[in-house]
């Protein structure tokens, strides 16, 4: 598997440092405020609220009050706290060589990519029906951007972690080395 010179005992931690930058990833996602900006800066909204300027005060709506709103929130943060779960879950399958539990993050992970991109999905299509004004531009923004650059660390990671299983032989050392040429 690794036939670059990459060996398994010096980079098995790469994988939760990326689960790592996942989780920071969707912390910035739920907790930021712009996700919707207008390009005129008029308005701007979060996976939370909407916010219109009046002059020189900004008033604010609950997007919690509509279902898909409570849906999305709802959704991303059932994603979050799996990631979570496979974040601390890969520590454990990662010092103790138990192959069995990496197929379980792996599985895990690919149910949070899953209701990530469900939300992720959701949110720009009901946001746009319900709450945009004709007459302005809406732009996407940074933090709507790091929801997806979360997910898809974490469909990368997942992969990763029902592939490694396959090489478990490999990784461990167990097997004998084979070479190309034989002389003979």
Do not use: H
């Not at 010179?5 to 689960?19: M, N």
């Not at 701007?44 to 409570?70: P, V």
């Amino acid at each position: 598997m690794f036939k670059c010179g990459i060996a398994y005992p010096r980079c098995k931690w790469i994988l939760p440092l990326l689960l790592l930058c996942a989780l920071i990833f969707d912390i910035i996602a739920l907790a930021g405020n712009g996700w919707v900006e207008t390009e005129s800066g008029a308005e701007y909204a979060s996976l939370w609220k909407k916010c219109t300027s009046n002059r020189d005060t900004y008033e604010c709506e609950s997007i919690m009050d509509r279902a898909w709103g409570k849906a999305t929130a709802a959704l991303l943060i059932i994603g979050f706290i799996i990631l979570i779960i496979c974040f601390l879950l890969s520590f454990v399958a990662l010092c103790v060589p138990n192959f069995g539990l990496l197929r379980v993050i792996g599985g895990l992970l690919f149910v949070a990519v899953i209701l990530q991109i469900i939300a992720l999905i959701i949110y720009p299509v009901r946001f746009t029906d319900e709450l945009a004004v004709n007459n302005q531009k809406y732009m996407y923004s940074w933090t709507y951007g790091f929801g997806w650059g979360s997910t898809i660390i974490m469909f990368g990671c997942a992969i990763f972690f029902c592939c490694l299983p396959k090489y478990e032989d490999e990784l461990l050392g167990n097997v004998k080395t084979k070479y190309f040429y034989t002389s003979g």
